[in-house]
């Protein structure tokens, strides 16, 4: 079914639209969330939630593309989750990947507000536009938004896993090195 | 920052590249193989198109056989796609001439010419050369070394690209041409200086195939033939039936068959070996007890004027025969006897007089696969394009017999 069709369907408060957003993105979600959460289980609970979110949200929202939308939706839906049990689960793998974009993006402190952050963020867009290679940005982006974990990442490329952490530390630093040049971080 | 925040900032990374990094496929061990399994195959094919129809040159002038005319050896060479780095010789038209080496006559590079089969595309008389592409037939004048066209298909009809041309046969006067158009075959009789038509266009007759053959009146002919039985149908089945009547072809020389009664062969068996004409025949012999049917091969030899010569090629007592060429009265052929203990058997190159019988040997430990000569010098050559060719000079006695050859020199 296409994209087209399964917002038309949300628009019409068809519930038919959470199982066609299942049986064509199910398995990214899952994925991004299971990533996330560390746990099948939770995950599961997750991406249900994450398809109510998206048949509530639209409309009006009106995602051009669908599977960004519900990706990030899960995504966030995920990471609250994960947050209410930070307390228990402080080491868990997401916080570890967390912590190095952060430490990368923040430099310490945070944006002053909301439009700081996006400029941040257009400019991270536009390095992995236009400065990175296709495989780095891969690596960067399965990492750092989906939460992949470094032996996922091995099977996805067939990289060995040394040169998956390399390559990683190389493409945050030119990343910093590039918010940098342009003022975005101290 | 904290994490919250992160959280919310990677909701601004861009919905393309969010959606690249989606379509990362795993790569799986099945994956790989079958990468590798379709690097194999396209290095097999590769391998195996070069040997077929690459070709991969070299830098003498290969093994294709050439024609002989007046002492020189015109051959082609050079054809097919040298790999990069890969010395060879360009593509074209040799002329060697035994003490002083090759030179290139006709650079063929910018034209198709097949060079595979050079019986049907090259031919000489004492004065030209004449080539062809399969549509131009090109003359090249030995003298002057002058090229003009002889002939071009579609000249008169338009229709350049169905029609097709091969060289059936050159003499001093003339050049006879097949022109095919479609499936229509007819044959023009041109000038051999001018390229002026001659005479009208023959069209070939149904009840006649014209084979290209040295010996001139042989042809073969549509003649009636008792009704075979079934088991003689089946094993050769080349019988044709008009009107109730069987008919087959017979090879004929000057209306009389050459062939014993019973023997049959076609024009792929027969071969021109200059002032000889071999001619492999084969005949129904019956069957066994297990009620197989069973054939008798033998190799018939003629000379010039249609008569049989008696040549036992066929293996008698551990003994080959193979004709390889033949001048004036002298016949050129392999001996190849079996050795006890040996795989393969001991070969000699052979001589023999068709008129005394007389045989003597003129090259011990020797195994030719393919022969030219005029009677002074040999080239040997194994037939292919990226084989070899050698040359040699023949020696003869005070009464004119052959006694031996000299090698002039190796891959010429």
């Known amino acids: 079914m296409l994209d087209l069709e399964i917002v038309a369907l949300c628009r019409g408060r068809d519930p038919a639209a959470l199982e066609a957003m299942a049986e064509k993105y199910g398995a990214y979600c899952h994925r991004v969330a299971a990533n996330v959460l560390g746990s099948d289980h939770d995950a599961e609970e997750c991406v249900n939630d994450a398809y109510l979110a998206v048949w509530n949200a639209i409309p009006p929202a009106d995602p051009p593309r669908l599977l960004p939308y519900l990706a990030k939706t899960t995504r966030n839906i995920a990471l609250h989750r994960l947050e209410r049990e930070r307390a228990r689960k402080r080491d868990s793998r997401m916080d570890l990947v967390l912590d190095e974009l952060a430490e990368v993006l923040s430099g310490g402190r945070d944006p002053a507000d909301e439009a700081e952050g996006a400029a941040l963020m257009e400019a991270v867009n536009d390095f992995l536009r236009q400065k990175a290679k296709k495989t780095e940005r891969a690596l960067f982006l399965r990492r750092y938004f989906w939460g992949d974990s470094i032996g996922d990442l091995r099977a996805l490329t067939g990289f060995s896993e040394s040169k998956i952490k390399s390559q990683l530390m190389r493409t945050r630093k030119r990343l910093r090195a590039y918010l940098e040049e342009r003022g975005l971080l101290p | ?210 084979v290209t053959l040295s010996l001139d009146g042989a042809a073969f002919a549509l003649v009636p033939h008792p009704a075979p039985a079934d088991e003689v149908t089946e094993m050769f089945g080349d019988f044709t039936k008009y009107g109730g009547q069987y008919y087959w072809y017979d090879l004929q020389f000057e209306g009389r068959s050459l062939l014993p009664p019973g023997w049959r062969t076609d024009p792929g068996s027969c071969q021109d070996l200059g002032s000889v004409l071999s001619v492999g025949g084969w005949r129904y012999t019956g069957a066994d007890a297990d009620g197989h049917q069973l054939s008798e091969r033998k190799t018939f030899l003629f000379d010039s004027a249609g008569s049989p010569i008696p040549f036992e090629a066929e293996p008698k007592e551990g003994v080959w025969l193979i004709p390889l060429a033949a001048w004036d009265e002298w016949l050129c052929f392999t001996r190849e006897t079996q050795r006890p203990g040996y795989d393969t058997p001991a070969s000699d190159l052979m001589v023999r007089n068709i008129e005394t019988g007389q045989e003597r040997v003129l090259l011990e430990h020797a195994r030719f696969l393919l022969v030219i000569t005029d009677g002074t010098w040999v080239y040997s050559c194994d037939g292919s394009v990226t084989g070899h060719t050698d040359c040699w000079r023949i020696d003869y006695d005070d009464q004119g017999g052959p006694t031996g050859l000299t090698l002039i020199e190796d891959n010429i």
């Open chain 2, 1 to 210: 920052m904290k994490h919250e925040k992160l959280y919310a900032f990677l909701d601004y990374l861009d919905d393309d590249l969010v959606l690249e990094s989606a379509e990362v496929k795993k790569r799986t061990w099945r994956g790989r193989l079958l990468i590798a399994l379709c690097v194999f195959v396209i290095l097999a094919v590769v391998y195996v198109a070069s040997t077929w129809t690459i070709y991969h040159p070299p830098e003498d002038v290969g093994g294709t056989p050439g024609v002989l005319q007046d002492g020189a050896y015109y051959v082609y060479a050079g054809s097919g796609f040298p790999i990069p780095g890969q010395r060879s010789v360009p593509r074209g038209i040799w002329r060697y001439v035994p003490g002083e080496g090759k030179e290139l006559l006709v650079d063929t590079k910018e034209r198709q010419v097949f060079s595979i089969v050079p019986d049907w595309s090259m031919a000489i008389n004492s004065h030209s050369l004449y080539y062809t592409d399969w549509q131009t037939l090109w003359r090249l004048d030995l003298e002057t070394r002058e090229e003009t066209v002889l002939f071009r298909c579609g000249q008169t009809a338009g229709v350049r690209e169905e029609e097709n041309l091969i060289l059936h046969r050159v003499e001093e006067d003339t050049v006879v041409i097949q022109r095919w158009k479609g499936d229509q075959a007819e044959w023009l009789t041109l000038d051999s200086r001018t390229g002026r038509q001659v005479r009208p266009p023959e069209l070939p007759q149904d009840t006649v195939q014209t």
